[in-house]
């Protein structure tokens, strides 16, 4: 059998070992990874929550033909501090779940190695750029 280097589990020869103890398990970018791992793991929550409240502002603007009353309680809704605060985690979340996948994507691009560092960040830097000017163009539609 042939033995391969698989990344997902690397060696103990990877540990930061400080006069000959074991100082520290992981070291510094396994955590970094775990904790984005994480991050990434809740964007699917702040996705949730944002449909939630999307539906919760068509129902009651399905209802505001009977009455005023549902709007307003639905824009008193977005106006406390909680769902303010949800909301801003939300678009975080969104924004960390776009930026990663616009990374993602140059991995799959570029998967030789011949392809210098500047290519991939370029792509990148395209991509928000595209994202960005649609967002403002979509805005701008919205505004008019």
């Given at each position: 059998m042939i033995k391969k280097n698989n990344d997902n589990y690397p060696a103990n020869n990877n540990l930061s070992i400080k006069n000959g103890n074991q100082s520290e398990l992981t070291p510094l970018p396994a955590k970094q990874r775990l904790f984005l791992s994480i991050i990434d793991k809740l964007t699917a929550f702040s996705m949730i929550w944002v449909s939630m409240v999307l539906?919760?502002?068509?129902?009651?603007?399905?209802?505001?033909a009977m009455g005023q009353d549902e709007f307003y309680r639905f824009i008193f809704f977005l106006q406390s501090p909680l769902a303010v605060i949800i909301n801003v985690i939300a678009l975080l979340l969104a924004l960390f779940h776009s930026i990663n996948w616009f990374r993602l994507i140059a991995k799959v691009v570029f998967k030789q190695t011949t392809h210098k560092r500047g290519q991939v960040y370029l792509l990148?830097?395209?991509?928000?750029v595209?994202?960005?000017?649609?967002s403002y163009c979509l805005l701008l539609s919205i505004i008019k």
């Open positions: 539906m919760y502002g068509v129902i009651c603007m399905y209802t505001n990148i830097i395209g991509l928000c595209v994202t960005l000017l649609l």
